[in-house]
């Protein structure tokens, strides 16, 4: 079954706030992914996490590998309207397990 | 680089008809997989292969059937179809299976089973 949690489920933001959302585990994982999916599309790889406490950025993306290997975090700076989407969380618990997918968060940004 | 396509895009299938979706990647990826996305559940594996000629199942198999005859193709077929195959599917393909080496997603087929 599902082992991983995303919050927020959805949100409404204005044009140019930050957008902070996370993915939490109930296991240890040694690798976080996150995708964006465009609607219509098939996801995209954002940012990529190997290592605990690693914090990476992707333009006015941040990703963070928590601390305790069990959730990871995505920060988005002044949102545009192009930012609507669903952004999954995903993870392996070790380097060469199957990837686990987030149930998403969906992003809606008023101009 | 096409990168990984999938056809056809849409499809409506009456219960009990049967059909393979395709799917194709021009990067030489060894690793190919099939997820289905249901609303509030995220993607859920159903069939992935290592390379030519090797398969195996992943969370969600039972209703599908995969094979892999050449690194580029990876099929999935539906062998008597179901209103619960209502679904999104992905195709996704990476270099290997291994961490490092992330998955590449063709754009979905959306299926209706009715």
């Known amino acids: 079954g599902q082992q991983l949690n995303q919050s927020p489920q959805s949100m409404f933001i204005q044009e140019g706030e930050d957008v902070s959302m996370n993915c939490t585990s109930s296991s240890i994982f040694n690798t976080w992914l996150w995708y964006k999916q465009d609607p219509g599309e098939g996801p995209v790889l954002l940012i990529a996490l190997y290592k605990a406490g690693e914090l990476t950025s992707n333009g006015r993306l941040t990703a963070q590998f928590g601390i305790t290997r069990k959730d990871s975090f995505l920060n988005i700076s002044a949102s545009i309207p192009s930012d609507v989407g669903i952004y999954f969380c995903a993870g392996r618990k070790t380097s060469y397990d199957k990837v686990i997918f987030g149930p998403g968060t969906s992003l809606s940004v008023i101009p | 680089n096409a990168g990984v396509t999938q056809t056809p895009k849409f499809q409506v299938l009456k219960t009990g008809q049967s059909m393979t979706l395709q799917c194709a990647q021009d990067?030489?990826?060894?690793?190919m997989s099939w997820y289905r996305q249901d609303p509030g559940m995220g993607l859920r594996l159903i069939h992935y292969s290592v390379g030519a000629g090797i398969t195996d199942q992943g969370e969600v198999p039972n209703g599908y059937n995969v094979s892999r005859s050449t690194t580029e193709d990876f099929p999935l077929r539906l062998l008597s179809a179901a209103p619960s195959q209502t679904s999104v599917y992905f195709c996704a393909s990476s270099y290997s299976a291994g961490a490092s080496h992330e998955q590449f997603f063709g754009p979905g087929t959306r299926l209706t089973v009715l």
């Open positions: 990067m030489n990826h060894e690793y």
